[in-house]
């Protein structure tokens, strides 16, 4: 059977607005993989081991996150500007959002992610072509 294009076939506008809002909120977890982890702490002029001491903590076996603030603030986050103090390296979470799977499953669904991020569907937004939005909907973190 021939394969349908999903909703999105035509691509999708977004331009992140730096309002920070998707760093914090409801308590949550920013997974976190060893190889993140060693390039952030480079970032931040950090050992490995200093970085995860101050910003890590351990899930479970194998999963890491970033810790958050008693408000549910990402940890990176800057308290005063809202924005990430470790853009260029931030983990593979942040940098697909929010072509995440579970924001495409349907159009309704996109526009009530839009609602929460204004970055979403914004007119001066870049054109993500299908194929750039595949890639960052099929990486894992
Ligand atoms: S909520 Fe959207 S616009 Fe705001 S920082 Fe996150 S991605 Fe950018
Ligand atoms: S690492 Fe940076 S982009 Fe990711 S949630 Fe924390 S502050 Fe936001």
Not at 122 to 130: A, E, T, V
Request: proline residues 5%; glycine residues 8%.
């Amino acid at each position: 059977m021939e394969k349908r294009d999903p909703w999105y076939a035509d691509g999708l506008k977004f331009a992140c607005r730096q309002c920070g809002g998707c760093c914090g909120g409801a308590p949550g977890f920013v997974w976190v993989t060893n190889e993140e982890i060693k390039a952030m702490a480079k970032e931040m002029g950090l050992t490995v081991a200093a970085f995860e001491a101050a910003f890590v903590r351990l899930i479970r076996p194998g999963k890491k996150s970033l810790n958050e603030r008693e408000d549910g603030d990402c940890v990176l986050l800057n308290e005063q500007t809202r924005r990430c103090v470790l853009y260029e390296s931030r983990p593979t979470q942040c940098r697909t959002w929010p072509f995440w799977d579970q924001n495409l499953t349907s159009e309704k669904r996109w526009k009530n992610v839009a609602k929460s991020c204004p970055g979403c569907d914004r007119p001066d937004g870049r054109l993500y072509s299908l194929e750039e939005i595949e890639k960052q909907k099929n990486e894992r973190f």
